[in-house]
């Protein structure tokens, strides 16, 4: 029977990935195709799809009942599948220059079909490589400023906004989020990974009751502000990229939160490459300077212009929530710095580092500046005290 007519979940093999893709029309009917389940990420299956002949592809991303990276014991809700290719389809509207292009949903099969990326590197990896991909920070401030501001109550309205924010509830993702990022980290959770050497450093964590105060400051943030619909995840595996062009992927994570966390997930995720990257240090600060200074021109025009609540567009409440966003995202950021150091879900730029020494003495700066950044960040006042703050600890 076609995939097309089942009405049962199953998981896709390579072949059944071919049948699918033959049976869409998305690709010319007479195609050569191969397939190669390319998934790298903790989560789901990523079916690469070639035609030969005319060398065009796709990608079949399909979610699995459990955490790939744990295993099936950690069941997980396929209707994530939804939410991720719902996201896609309004961020793409939004901001298409940098939002891969959806072909075909499946909500049984918990199936996207999607623009092939494969030109393109995630910029995670690129990065380890030493590309610094020049224009990278000015799409993804562009991609923030137009996401965070058109998905808010100012760029939607009240109404369309309450519509949206029933439309991507995501318990199961979001308690992922709220474990593994402002709980687990914090305390001698099973799930935390780190190394002996680590330990001191981390028990002085566990034992700092300031810095726990200020985390269920941001948790609470995380749990309650439903300001605009984020991405969730937005880490630098989450974004493909080379020289020129730039896509985000993957908001599986999406819901209604802070704004500033996914600000802070791509301020944490380039930090981890100036702590790590003597060679591009200063390209790096550069792209965070340029993530947020592109950020706040573009929201700043789009509220000015766009606004539907015209008591909002004053400068005064402009400046307000501004300024919440950035204190927002110094928290966050320095949440994500903790968890990818010492938490369940890592990251390569910090573990692939193959001499000890040196990656142990990364990972004691990550976690400093974690820690100073979550609990200076309402004393941080802008982009440049924020940059001495990076400093001071690397
Ligand atoms: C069990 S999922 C672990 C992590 O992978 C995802 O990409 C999210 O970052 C999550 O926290
Ligand atoms: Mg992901």
Redesign the pocket.
């Known amino acids: 029977m076609s995939l097309l007519k089942q009405q049962t979940y199953q998981p896709l093999t390579e072949a059944a990935a071919i049948d699918l893709a033959l049976s869409l029309n998305v690709l010319p009917k007479n195609a050569d195709l191969t397939c190669k389940e390319i998934g790298d990420?903790?989560?789901n299956l990523v079916f690469h799809i070639v035609d030969k002949q005319y060398d065009k592809g796709i990608i079949i991303k399909q979610a699995l009942p459990y955490?790939k990276?744990?295993g099936e014991s950690?069941p997980l809700t396929l209707k994530r599948a939804k939410i991720e290719a719902d996201a896609l389809k309004i961020f793409g509207q939004i901001a298409p220059d940098f939002v891969p292009r959806v072909y075909y949903t499946d909500d049984v099969l918990a199936v996207t079909v999607m623009e092939d990326l494969s030109h393109l590197l995630i910029a995670r990896t690129g990065f380890i490589k030493g590309e610094a991909y020049p224009l990278i920070s000015q799409h993804l401030g562009e991609y923030l400023a137009k996401t965070l501001f058109y998905t808010s109550d100012y760029g939607l309205g009240p109404a369309v906004k309450k519509e949206r924010v029933k439309q991507f509830i995501n318990p199961e993702l979001c308690k992922?989020?709220e474990d593994?990022?402002f709980t687990d980290p914090f305390y001698d959770a099973e799930t935390n990974n780190f190394e002996a050497e680590l330990r001191s450093a981390v028990e002085k964590l566990w034992q700092d009751e300031v810095l726990k105060h200020h985390v269920n400051i941001l948790k609470k943030s995380f749990l309650t502000d439903a300001e605009v619909l984020l991405h969730g995840?937005l880490?630098t595996?989450?974004v493909f990229a080379d020289h020129s062009e730039t896509k985000v992927i993957?908001p599986e994570?999406a819901f209604y939160g802070p704004a500033g966390f996914d600000i802070g997930q791509v301020f944490a995720n380039l930090l981890f490459q100036v702590i790590v990257n003597d060679k591009n240090r200063d390209i790096f600060i550069k792209h965070i300077e340029t993530v947020w200074n592109v950020f706040e021109n573009q929201f700043s025009h789009l509220w000015e212009r766009e606004n539907k609540e015209p008591l909002a567009k004053t400068s005064e409440f402009l400046e307000y929530n501004l300024s919440k966003f950035f204190d927002d995202s110094l928290g966050f950021a320095g949440c994500e710095l903790i968890r990818r150091t010492i938490g369940?879900?890592h990251v390569a730029d910090l573990d692939s580092i193959e001499n000890k020494e040196i990656r142990i003495a990364a990972k004691l700066k990550a976690l400093e500046l974690g820690k100073n950044l979550i609990k200076l960040r309402k004393e941080i006042k802008d982009l440049k005290e924020f940059i001495h703050v990076v400093e001071t600890v690397i």
């Open positions: 990420g903790n989560l955490a990276v744990v950690w992922i989020t593994l990022i995840d880490h595996g989450s993957d994570f369940l879900a």
